[in-house]
């Protein structure tokens, strides 16, 4: 169990779409957005994880060319919030205030998000827990997943707030924005590097 633990922390711990757009909700939009945010990837997470154990993701991926379309439709997703974060707050005049990501988009994020898929199947197929039943170990996993990914996930978003809550000039805050926007894309560009063939 302890090796259990020390993996989900490692992978949720390093940047991915979902603590780095955390963070960045978090720095342009500020505390209220940031939480309807995490509660959209909270529901998301555990929707993927709920297919990942009854089977309904390896149907899914079973269909030719599905796990194509999802890469690809994340990375336009991620592409999509990493321009809502770099225009946060924008002074630009043709382009109009950014509403925050809420909650739909958080689950949205994570119901197309392959690595989320990756991430789950590892950790509810792999890391047998002895002397217990498949229901026990697979409510214990998920009990474990969620009490590491809540305050991760929320120390992300606390990064990005005080960021804000510096009351950086506005010149510096838009500069971060853009930073956790070009992160984000970051991400897209090594999905697209390494993606399955």
Request: proline fraction near 6%; glycine fraction near 8%.
């Amino acid at each position: 169990m302890f090796a259990f633990i020390v993996v989900i922390f490692f992978l949720l711990i390093t940047p991915g779409p979902g603590v780095l757009s955390t963070a960045g909700v978090g720095s342009a939009f500020g505390a209220s957005a940031a939480y309807r945010y995490i509660t959209g990837l909270f529901i998301g997470t555990n929707l993927v994880a709920l297919a990942v154990v009854t089977g309904v993701s390896s149907l899914m991926f079973a269909q030719p060319g599905l796990g194509t379309v999802l890469l690809y439709a994340s990375i336009l997703y991620l592409g999509y919030l990493a321009l809502r974060i770099a225009l946060a707050g924008s002074n630009i005049a043709f382009i109009e205030k950014q509403s925050p990501p809420g909650i739909a988009n958080g689950i949205a994020l994570q119901t197309i998000n392959p690595k989320a898929y990756a991430v789950n199947t590892t950790l509810f197929t792999s890391f047998p827990f002895a002397q217990t039943s498949h229901l026990q170990e697979v409510l214990l996993k998920f009990l474990l997943i969620n009490a590491i990914w809540i305050p991760i996930h929320l120390l992300w978003m606390y990064a990005g707030i005080t960021l804000k809550k510096m009351a950086l000039p506005p010149r510096v805050q838009r500069s971060i924005n853009i930073l956790m926007s070009i992160s984000l894309l970051i991400v897209v560009v090594l999905a697209m590097l390494f993606k399955p063939v």
